[in-house]
């Protein structure tokens, strides 16, 4: 079934509303929606590199809005809604997890998920259930869904379509590289005050994913 979902996902990258169809998976996947939209992302921008930059831009607005929508579920549908959703995508058990972390260090691990593989849709419905301030999450939205995305919009403007061998190899190295500023801040206030207080908060998260939410 998510092979047929696959496939159904890569059919609309030669549509003629494909930037549309774009946004509407970044939007679902930021939510509820299993399939991430890098793929689709990067058939387009291969398609008409010239394009990619918009391409991208309509990705990041679809996964941003829809992580409000993911936000709104765990806010207020967390019980009713938000409990199935985790179970049917199988992160119930990185919920607490997630929710320590989000609690323990807010934006930063937003921000960074740009360079992990945390599902988007985990942390969006989590930090509506802990009632993270909505103007903090939005704006780290707009910043971890630019790195996600734009990335691979900017390479594929720069470079066309002989980028995409070098994107498929290492775009994880790129994203990571890209992000490695922001790391950087982050550890150096760390080692400015507190540090010993968020490794012993990294140990209390590492540990929550074993309570059930």
């Known amino acids: 079934m998510l092979r047929r979902l696959y496939e159904w996902t890569m059919a609309k990258a030669a549509h003629r509303h494909a930037s549309w169809w ?33 391409y991208a831009a309509f990705a990041t ?11 709104a579920i765990g806010h207020f549908l967390y019980d009713s809604v938000g409990t199935q959703l985790l179970a049917l995508l199988h992160l119930t058990q990185s919920f607490p997890k997630a929710a320590c972390y989000l609690r323990e ?5 937003i921000v960074l998920k740009g360079a992990t593989p945390i599902p988007f849709k985990l942390l969006t419905i989590t930090a509506g259930f802990i009632g993270m301030p909505l103007l903090p999450f939005f ?43 922001v790391v ?11 540090g010993g207080a968020k490794n012993a908060a990294m140990e209390r998260c590492e540990k929550a994913i074993l309570t059930q939410p």
């Open 61 to 71: 607005a679809g996964s941003v809005i829809g992580g409000l929508l993911g936000y």
């Open 105 to 109: 260090y807010g934006v930063e691990i």
């Open 184 to 194: 950087a801040g982050f550890a150096a206030a760390t080692l400015l005050g507190g």
């Open 139 to 181: 704006l780290a939205s707009v910043v971890s869904r630019s790195i996600s995305f734009m990335i691979v919009g900017v390479l594929f403007r720069l470079f066309g379509a002989p980028i995409k061998r070098f994107i498929d190899k290492y775009l994880g190295l790129v994203t990571a590289g890209f992000v490695v500023l």
């Open 22 to 54: 774009l946004f509407l998976f970044a939007f679902m996947e930021a939510s509820f929606f299993p399939i991430p939209p890098h793929p689709l992302l990067g058939l387009m921008c291969l398609s008409q590199p010239r394009k990619a930059l918009r």
